[in-house]
């Protein structure tokens, strides 16, 4: 039995915050957040929108993308650090909102590398014939825990959600090899403060990220005995794209083979990943049976990758 993606989906807020529009709340400019980040604008969402909206509506276009309905889900996985309320979860709200049966809910805090434990959760779950799909999704509202006055960090963030379905593939295809980690040593680089605001030493989170992206790129791949040229399609989380590059570059593959979906989400966190599938997958970027390699880091410090072959 093997494990891949049935289906994805994401939602991203109508609301667009351009870079021209930061440039009025903080000192910046459009060119230093295009040349040191890669981001042109991010989504936010409306004051009566939470997590779990954004997170319901991807979820229904990944169950429909997946031909699926609620009632066939065996468990709902969430990952955020977003959540609307610490509990109860978002996993929980989304099984009703959503119709599913009773079944197992849990939210998962792994920050932006959250989508990639989810989807390594799933994968055990599945492959140990416990159950059959699983829904995961990775979802943020970052512009409430946003400090609106700090040029470092306000620039970068937006909100949205992606999901995918995970369950049973065919023998050829799907999730071929894993990696997961955390160094709490790093915690204090990237952390949610008493006042609810998020904090981040950039220059240290960006030291550890072009080490760590690269490296566990190249391991998922190295673990199936194949090597780097072989990858046919690269979704690194959209953090930076100077930190995506770096990835890009040690894997040796050309530009047009690498997600960069930053440009218009910013670093929506554990809503990353599946946000940049989603879309690429419906831009017919990823094709049948393609050596895909997802891979995501954030605070904690965590960091997880798959390889995998895509298809059902
Ligand atoms: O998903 C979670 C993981 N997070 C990340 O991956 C983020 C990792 N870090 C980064 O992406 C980068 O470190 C940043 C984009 C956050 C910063 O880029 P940098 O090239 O590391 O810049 P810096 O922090 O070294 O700052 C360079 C200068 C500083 O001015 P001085 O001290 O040289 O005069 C900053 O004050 O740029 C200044 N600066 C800004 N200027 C205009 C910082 N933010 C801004 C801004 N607009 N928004």
Not at 147 to 161: E, H, Q
Not at 236 to 249: C, G, L, S, T
Not at 272 to 300: R, T, Y
């Amino acid at each position: 039995m093997k494990a891949g993606f049935l289906g994805v989906g994401h939602y991203a807020p109508e609301k667009v915050l351009t870079n021209k529009d930061l440039e009025k709340m903080v000192d910046t400019s459009d060119e230093w957040i295009r040349t040191r980040t890669g981001i042109e604008e991010r989504r936010i969402a409306a004051d009566d929108m939470d997590t779990s909206d954004l997170a319901f509506r991807a979820a229904q276009e990944a169950l429909k993308d997946a031909d699926l309905e609620a009632e066939d889900l065996d468990m709902i996985l969430v990952a955020t650090v977003t959540p609307d309320t610490p509990f109860p979860s978002v996993s929980a709200m989304l099984q009703h909102r959503l119709g599913a049966n009773k079944v197992a809910a849990m939210d998962l805090s792994a920050a932006c590398a959250g989508f990639m434990y989810g989807v390594i959760t799933a994968k055990q779950f599945i492959e140990t014939n416990a159950y059959k799909n699983v829904l995961v999704v990775g979802v943020e509202k970052l512009s409430k825990i946003t400090d609106w006055s700090d040029r470092n960090t306000c620039v970068l963030f937006g909100d949205g959600a992606g999901a995918a379905v995970i369950g049973p593939v065919s023998e050829d295809k799907g999730i071929l090899s894993f990696e997961l980690g955390s160094d709490g040593t790093g915690g204090p680089h990237l952390y949610q403060t008493r006042e609810d605001l998020l904090f981040m030493n950039g220059r240290e989170v960006f030291k550890f990220a072009v080490r760590q992206m690269p490296e566990s790129s190249v391991n998922v791949v190295k673990k199936i005995g194949l090597s780097e040229q072989d990858v046919d399609y690269l979704v690194p989380h959209q953090a930076n794209i100077r930190i995506m590059e770096a990835a890009r570059e040690r894997l040796g593959i050309p530009e047009e083979k690498m997600s960069t979906q930053i440009k218009r989400y910013g670093n929506t966190s554990s809503a990353s990943i599946p946000i940049a599938l989603s879309e690429d997958v419906k831009a017919g970027k990823i094709k049948d049976n393609d050596l895909v390699v997802l891979v995501g880091f954030g605070g904690g410090l965590t960091w997880g990758a798959v390889a995998l072959r895509w298809g059902k």
